[in-house]
């Protein structure tokens, strides 16, 4: 296979610390768009698609880019892979059968009854400030409005909340030590390579959610964690691991990725102080355009991987059956010839084809109408509360190769 790896090593959770390393992604787009790259911590390398047009492809066509052996970078074998299958993990026909039972609260019309609640949930975000002009938007906005709209759709109580979010953190942040004492690639994590993310506190969340799950099968109740124990109308249920890797997977990745999009959201408004003073002049339509604007710029999951399941080939590339390759969505969503100054942050962008929360494919994500609900109504509401956001001190990203985020922002307000 040739050896094409670009100078700056796109593996390295250090190389997001710094920011997007956007124009390694564009020489690759333009000169080698299915590259062969090798893997910094030994891994066995796999094939970069970079091009928004193979990203798609290799999205629809699930006969030859699997996702059943892993969705990250990580080599599992066959024993680790069982243990730790999570629906995103999974092919038609058993993906399919999964998401439409846990599906039902998530759809359009399930989500659309939920704006009232979130409103009345980011002005109560908004008024907790009680008025203070300085503060880290992560911390006090972006980590709260999501945080708690989650407790609402399981079920859960306040005070538990904040608890069940740390864990999370520690689970999608498995390579930062701001996040966890279980550093992926710092630390001898084999003991729990059976948990997801390699991380001991899964079985915190496991445990938690088996309580949760007993608490209503004794007393059902109008929440979501019901809703997943009521069979469908075939009379289709979910085992108890699949239910609670499904609830770590919707505390973690549910939270997380909203968080720092949402952040992303405030840079831009940082960035270009026009872009927010229009915001009380938009209406809902034009608020939503802003919001897709936003969840390309910020692309937060940054890849998908997949495996080859035979022998093909793609721009002269011969890719071999069993072969890891991956989905950069964060180049996918700037190539030039998909997005007309893709460089460039248009708020009324349009058409916004992008493939965040992997659009335009079977993988699309759970969550997201309602992170598009949850951006969009946090912005209309601090557009109604704020005349002005500035940074107010440097800022700091994520260490992640998967998850781009920045987890401090300091900022000041003028309220109105």
Not at 84 to 89: G, L, S
Not at 147 to 167: A, I, T
């Amino acid at each position: 296979m040739p050896s094409d790896s670009p100078v700056i090593d796109i593996t390295s959770h250090d190389t997001y610390v710094v920011g997007i390393p956007r124009e390694v992604f564009a020489d690759l787009r333009a000169n080698n768009p299915v590259a062969w790259t090798e893997e910094s911590d030994g891994g066995r390398g796999f094939w970069s698609l970079t091009k928004y047009e193979d990203v798609l492809f290799a999205s629809r066509h699930t006969e030859l880019f699997s996702s059943r052996l892993g969705i990250r970078l990580e080599d599992m074998d066959e024993e680790e892979t069982e243990a730790r299958r999570t629906m995103m993990e999974m092919d038609s026909p058993e993906h399919t059968r999964l998401r439409r039972i846990v599906a039902r609260p998530f759809t359009p019309r399930a989500v659309v009854e939920y704006e009232e609640a979130v409103r009345d949930l980011a002005k109560e975000v908004l008024a907790n400030l009680n008025g203070k002009t300085e503060f880290d938007f992560v911390k006090d906005i972006a980590r709260e409005l999501p945080m708690r709209m989650l407790g609402r759709l399981l079920g859960l109580p306040d005070e538990d909340l904040d608890w069940l979010v740390s864990k999370g953190d520690a689970l999608i942040g498995n390579s930062d030590p701001d996040f966890t004492d279980y550093v992926v690639d710092q630390t001898d994590t084999s003991e729990y390579r059976l948990l997801p993310f390699r991380s001991p506190v899964a079985i915190e969340l496991f445990e938690y959610a088996q309580l949760a799950l007993e608490e209503r099968r004794v007393t059902p109740t109008n929440d979501v964690l019901t809703a997943l124990l009521a069979p469908t109308k075939d009379g289709d249920t979910l085992d108890d691991p699949t239910l609670k890797n499904f609830f770590a997977l919707m505390v973690a990745a549910g939270n997380d990725t909203t968080r720092y999009t949402m952040t992303a959201g405030a840079q831009v408004f940082i960035d270009h102080p026009e872009i927010f003073a229009a915001l009380p002049d938009m209406d809902e339509a034009q608020v939503k355009l802003l919001v897709d604007e936003v969840l390309r710029w910020a692309t937060t999951t940054m890849h998908f991987r997949r495996t080859v399941v035979e022998d093909t080939e793609l721009r002269g590339q011969k890719l071999k059956k069993g072969d890891k390759v991956v989905l950069w969505y964060i180049s996918a969503n700037f190539d030039e010839e998909q997005f007309p100054d893709a460089e460039k942050f248009i708020p009324d962008r349009s058409p916004n084809d992008h493939v965040a929360f992997g659009l335009h494919s079977a993988h699309l994500c759970l969550g997201a109408h309602l992170a598009r609900l949850e951006l969009r109504v946090m912005f209309e509401e601090m557009a109604k509360a704020w005349t002005k956001i500035e940074a107010n001190g440097p800022s700091e990203r994520f260490r992640s190769n998967f998850i781009s985020g920045t987890k401090k922002l300091p900022v000041k307000v003028s309220w109105r």
